[in-house]
């Protein structure tokens, strides 16, 4: 009997997924993020989303297999937000040489024109465009902790974003601080893909992608992310560096040209 209250333990304490946390960020130093790589892992096999996952909790795994569910998990999610940004973006370049367009047309680029907080096509395109993969990934492991902090494993938040009046927020511990909360973990990439595209902290963002950056210029400009600001563009670039994420990227969902938005 006394076996079989300890496994019960065991389970609850592997589901229930609460980590103590006493910052909004999670903001530890490289080594904690860097020392294990799974360079030598497979890409592992991604498969179609038929449900996103919401509330997982990694913590209780070894880094290596924790970092490869990590990325199994998100990899799928990523693209296919992704891809809904870039379905966006094609319906744009298909309209803007138009001269009439239809009553649906119109709806949906005045639409997209208020959503991404633009005044003109050509700023519409600077932001409706792709975030490389390896780039996110490297942001929610350094963010979320691999999968183990208390946002990512009770409010789905990956990447450490705030509550604004008006939404779900859970309340970090011995904070004021309030970060989001999503649905699911998919909700999460999106946001984090469209805070990047309207922020105006991320404006130089914008400009390198469009000009087709390497993901390593790119992390440059992502000091406004953190108050870290250096160190923490030099973390996210070590954890691409050593985790060899460029590997996830993919040619069809890489940003144009700046030359397309002229």
């Not at 909004?24 to 993020?33: C, D, G, N, T, V």
């Not at 979320?144 to 494993?153: E, Y």
């Not at 450490?160 to 904070?175: D, H, V």
């Not at 909700?187 to 805070?195: A, M």
Request: proline share 3%; charged share 30%; glycine share 4%.
């Amino acid at each position: 009997m006394r076996k079989v209250k300890a496994a019960v333990v065991i389970l609850l304490a592997f589901f229930s997924g609460v980590i103590a946390n006493t910052v909004f960020r999670i903001e530890k130093p490289a080594e904690s993020f860097t020392t294990a790589s799974v360079a030598e892992l497979p890409v592992p096999e991604l498969k179609v989303i038929k449900r996103y996952p919401s509330h997982i909790n990694l913590k209780n795994l070894p880094v290596n297999e924790r970092k490869k569910r990590f990325i199994e998990l998100l990899v799928p999610l990523i693209r296919e937000a992704n891809r809904e940004v870039l379905a966006e973006r094609k319906f744009i370049l298909r309209v803007k040489g138009k001269k009439n367009l239809s009553e649906e047309e119109k709806k949906r680029l005045e639409f997209l024109m208020r959503k991404y907080r633009a005044k003109s096509i050509k700023e519409l395109l600077l932001k409706v465009n792709t975030v490389p993969v390896s780039l996110i990934l490297a942001q929610g492991a350094i963010e979320s902790g691999w999968g183990t902090s208390r946002f990512f494993t009770e409010a789905n938040n990956i990447f450490g974003i705030y509550s604004f009046k008006g939404n779900r927020c859970l309340k970090a511990r011995g904070s004021n601080a309030c970060l989001k909360v999503y649905d699911n973990l998919y909700s999460s990439v999106k946001d984090y893909i469209y805070n990047l595209n309207v922020g105006w902290a991320y404006r130089k963002f914008r400009e390198l992608r469009a000009r087709g950056a390497d993901i390593f210029t790119l992390a440059e400009s992502l000091e406004l992310y953190s108050t870290k600001k250096k160190e923490y563009v030099e973390l996210v670039k070590n954890v691409v560096k050593k985790n060899h994420l460029e590997r996830f990227d993919e040619p069809e969902l890489a940003s144009n040209s700046f030359s397309s938005i002229r």
